[in-house]
C-alpha cells in the first residue's frame, strides 16, 4: 500500500494540472450555398480561420478553458459555410501553481492538447457537410502566448493578468 501512496504523490508532484473532461460546448455548421461548389470547380474559396483561448475559474483549483473557432468559406463573396464550434477542457491545476506559471498551463499546455481534437471535430464537420475535410494547421500556442504578453506587459496591471481574479482571460489567434 505504501508504494502506491508514494506513486500517487509522484503523479501528483510531477503533473502540475489534470483534464478532467473535454466537449463539445457549442458546435454551429452553416451551407447556405452547398450548390454553389458544383458551378465554378475551378475557383478555390477563400477560408478564413479565427481561434479564441478563453479560461475561466470554476472552483478553487478548477478553471475551464474553452477554444472558441469560427471559420468561414467564401466563393467570391458568397459564403460556402461556416463553422461555429466552442471546444471546453474541465481542467484542475495543483494549488501551488501560481501567476503565470497558471496562465501557461491553461492558456498554453491545456489549448495544446484540446487542439487536435478541435481540429478533428471540424475536420468531420465539413467532410459531413459535403466539403474535403478541413485540416486546419497546427497553433503554436506558446509564440502568441509570449506575443500578447508582450505586447499588453506594459499597458496592463498585475492585476489584470492575474488568472485568479474573477474576469475571463482570453487569447486570439487568428
Known amino acids: 500500500m505504501a508504494d502506491n501512496n508514494n506513486s500517487n504523490n509522484n503523479q501528483q508532484q510531477q503533473y502540475p494540472f489534470y483534464i478532467h473532461d473535454q466537449y463539445i460546448k457549442d458546435l454551429s455548421f452553416e451551407n447556405p ?3 454553389l461548389k458544383y458551378t465554378d470547380v475551378k475557383k478555390q474559396p477563400e ?10 475559474k470554476v472552483q478553487d ?6 477554444l472558441k473557432s469560427v471559420i468561414n468559406s467564401k466563393i467570391d463573396d458568397k459564403p460556402m459555410f461556416v463553422v461555429d464550434i466552442t471546444y471546453g ?3 484542475s491545476v495543483n494549488n501551488q501553481v501560481q501567476g503565470d506559471n497558471l496562465e501557461t498551463i491553461l492558456l498554453v499546455h491545456v489549448p495544446f492538447l484540446m487542439f487536435p481534437f478541435l481540429r478533428c471535430i471540424i475536420s468531420d464537420v465539413t467532410r459531413n457537410g459535403g466539403y ?5 494547421e497546427p497553433i503554436d500556442f506558446a509564440s502568441l502566448y509570449l506575443q500578447k ?4 506587459g506594459n499597458s496592463s496591471t498585475k492585476e489584470d493578468n492575474n488568472i485568479n481574479s474573477d474576469s475571463q ?6
Open 89 to 91: 477542457a474541465l481542467v
Open 149 to 152: 504578453k508582450q505586447n499588453s
Open 61 to 66: 483549483d478548477t478553471y475551464e478553458t474553452t
Open 47 to 56: 477560408v478564413s480561420v479565427n481561434v479564441e483561448t478563453h479560461v475561466a
Open 132 to 136: 474535403p475535410p478541413l485540416l486546419i
Open 33 to 35: 450555398n452547398v450548390l
Open 169 to 174: 482571460k482570453t487569447q486570439t489567434i487568428n
